[in-house]
């Protein structure tokens, strides 16, 4: 058979373009796409072994189940459908279409996914969530910024003389940028790490700088400062005195010409002294010079910033400051430069086929504090929820109270590929396809591709697709010719805008297509889309002290090596207690040794766990890796408090404060 090409749907940057190749209708190997110039010929060892951990996994489920006295029942497709019909109609007529929730996760990110909106708004309209568990933050504060959050092309960052990574890890969550960053750094590139953690990307950086958890925007602050400082303003003009016009560190031209604030900006940065944000960063004033320097001098400068920053009460905070840092040195705009969070995955596509003319109007409840919410709606309450792509219980925070939340309601529907934490609070269980079995598009939020994702071989056991499961549904319910049409159908409609670049259907369906060019740099032309058409500097600056008495230490709970969002079923590691790297400092002050069992507490659960002394970790946090499930006293989010940001409706995994407690033998 010839080999296929199709992508990669799960919740990554990297979107990576696959070739996979079929014998006797088994899918027996996945390669990287080389004609994708981000995927470049290799996959990360995540989807190199997606086949016999995930596809081909006997844990998967591939028939429909029915939960009948807390134990699942194999069932058909027909009663599977009938049962999730009548339920839906029995709590519409009863309490309203909006005592449904629908919750789409995060597994899957496809543009054909906007059928499931499609199918729900048919109904009526139904209770949606806003906010998000990942990114938002983030993308707010650069909203705000610069008008929007566009970030230069991966491959621009060869282009650097300098690139600084603040709070990301792409050595393990972008393997595809990290092959840029690296290959940039084999030709002299100096690389920067910026993260309270020792990740393996710090231990391949050139320096690596471990500020104090959660305080990097008064490190921007710090570094903004002394560049002002040094800046030579005088020999901007052309001192004679200066003829190599040395210490020229800020762009008062485009500070002048192309942004707003700058005073409001100046008054900030006046109200704190260096010796300040030193000590508040936990970064030496001497260290903090030579960054200084360093960044300066080397224009164009990158920033890449991550998902760490993002998880703060208020982590828009040290987005406005590192925007601002890259403004006032000259580094929007240009080549090699700019500060680069992701992309908009879903920007190239038309979601009017969500409503057309139906003009719904949804109740929407926010997603970080969703089990709270949950039990606290009314008029009408949420009574019936249908999940995809998504395993909340074990990813959202008070996983908990999440569980309580979903186990109020009076039927659950989740379509899946496992039985997961989420499943034990489910009622009805609807076997889905992967990306090897389906038809859909892809864009990404690590680069400026859009992909398609081709069936490889025809769905294995009973498994079906999310868009026929909706089409199927639709006809039981009475609307089924306005979800009718095969999935070509609806993907041209949705590609409209990629179709008006002049790029053919069929070639977008048989081959990843660039939708932006290599060459293009973000706000080169010194437009912005703010209001003021200017980069807008940060007008207000109100940090805030958000530690609990009772509770010293911050948990930051980061993505593990292994595994993609959760554990999978034949990865996760069934031991008696979860591991937490703690500091020796902190161990001793709290009468622990390595290897002991301890309770870790937080304000909304407690967890025991295995202490592992780790002197890289700081002595402000402790650090657990995410992913683990409930059912097996591995789900850190058990601690997490559900709490929403001050701006961008995220979620603030790492304002969570914890205490250990001594485990009683």
Not at 412 to 428: P, Q
Not at 532 to 540: H, L, R, S
Request: charged share 25%; proline share 5%.
């Amino acid at each position: 058979m010839k080999p296929v090409i199709t992508t990669c749907t799960r919740d990554c940057p990297g979107s990576c373009s696959i070739i996979a190749t079929v014998e006797d209708g088994k899918v027996t190997k996945l390669r990287g796409n080389p004609e994708h110039d981000i995927t470049a010929g290799f996959l990360c060892k995540n989807t190199t072994h997606y086949l016999e951990n995930y596809f081909y996994s006997d844990k998967r489920i591939l028939h429909p189940l029915l939960k009948v006295e807390g134990e699942w029942e194999r069932i058909s497709w027909d009663e599977a459908l009938n049962i999730a019909a009548f339920k839906i109609s029995k709590v519409i007529n009863e309490y309203g279409s909006s005592s449904i929730l629908y919750y789409q996760g995060f597994g899957a990110r496809t543009a054909l996914q906007a059928m499931n909106r499609r199918f729900f708004n048919l109904l009526g309209g139904v209770t949606t969530t806003y906010g998000t568990v990942c990114g938002g933050i983030g993308h707010s504060a650069m909203e705000t910024d610069f008008g929007a959050k566009i970030s230069h092309d991966p491959l621009d960052h060869l282009n650097s003389n300098l690139i600084i990574i603040w709070g990301r890890n792409p050595a393990v969550t972008d393997v595809h940028l990290w092959r840029i960053i690296r290959k940039a750094q084999r030709k002299g590139t100096p690389i920067v790490v910026i993260d309270p953690v020792k990740t393996k990307t710090a231990r391949h950086a050139d320096i690596f700088i471990q500020p104090r958890a959660g305080y990097d925007y008064y490190l921007a602050m710090a570094l903004a400062k002394i560049i002002l400082q040094l800046d030579s303003t005088e020999n901007r003009t052309g001192d004679k005195n200066n003829p190599e016009n040395k210490n020229n560190y800020v762009d008062h031209d485009f500070i002048e010409n192309a942004t707003d604030n700058f005073h409001n900006y100046l008054e900030i940065l006046d109200k704190y002294s260096l010796e300040f944000l030193s000590t508040e960063c936990n970064v030496s004033l001497d260290v903090l010079h030579e960054l200084a320097i360093l960044y300066a001098e080397s224009n164009p400068s990158s920033i890449i910033t991550g998902w760490g920053l993002h998880r703060y009460i208020q982590g828009h905070l040290p987005f406005h400051m590192i925007d601002a840092l890259a403004a006032i040195t000259g580094n929007i705009g240009v080549s090699g430069g700019g500060v680069s969070q992701g992309f908009e995955e879903f920007e190239y596509f038309n979601f009017a086929v969500e409503l057309d003319e139906l003009g719904i109007n949804e109740r929407k409840i926010p997603m970080p504090t969703i089990g709270e919410a949950i039990l606290h709606t009314n008029d009408p309450p949420i009574k019936l929820i249908f999940m995809a792509s998504g395993n909340p219980v074990t990813l959202n925070p008070n996983s908990l109270k999440v569980k309580q939340g979903f186990e109020s309601a009076d039927f659950v529907i989740m379509i899946d590929h496992f039985l997961n934490d989420t499943s034990d609070v489910a009622d009805l269980f609807l076997p889905a396809t992967t990306y090897l079995e389906e038809t859909d598009l892809m864009g990404s939020y690590g680069h400026n591709w859009v992909s398609p994702v081709n069936p490889a071989v025809p769905p294995i056991g009973e498994a079906k697709s999310e868009f026929e499961i909706f089409q199927l549904l639709a006809g039981r319910l009475g609307f089924e010719e306005k979800m009718s049409g095969l999935p070509e159908k609806w993907l041209e409609k949705l590609a409209e805008p990629i179709l008006k670049q002049g790029i053919n259907f069929e070639d977008l369906q048989k081959t990843p297509q660039r939708m932006v060019k290599k060459t293009d740099i973000p706000f080169s032309d010194g437009k912005f889309k703010t209001e003021t058409g200017k980069f807008e500097f940060a007008k207000d600056f109100q940090p805030e002290n958000r530690a609990i008495k009772g509770y010293p230490l911050r948990l930051l709970s980061t993505m593990p090596e292994g595994f993609i969002g959760s554990a999978p079923p034949n990865k996760e590691i069934i031991c008696e207690y979860l591991e937490v790297q703690v500091h020796p400092h902190v161990l001793r002050i709290n009468q622990l040794a390595d290897g002991d069992k301890a309770i870790l507490e937080s304000p909304v659960g407690s967890l025991p766990v295995q202490t592992r002394e780790n002197y890289e970790v700081g002595t402000d946090y402790i650090l657990i890796y995410k992913g683990g499930w409930l059912k097996h006293d591995q789900c850190v989010n058990v601690l997490t408090q559900d709490r929403s940001s001050a701006l961008g409706d995220g979620t603030p995994y790492y304002d969570t404060w914890v205490r250990f407690k001594v485990m009683k033998r």
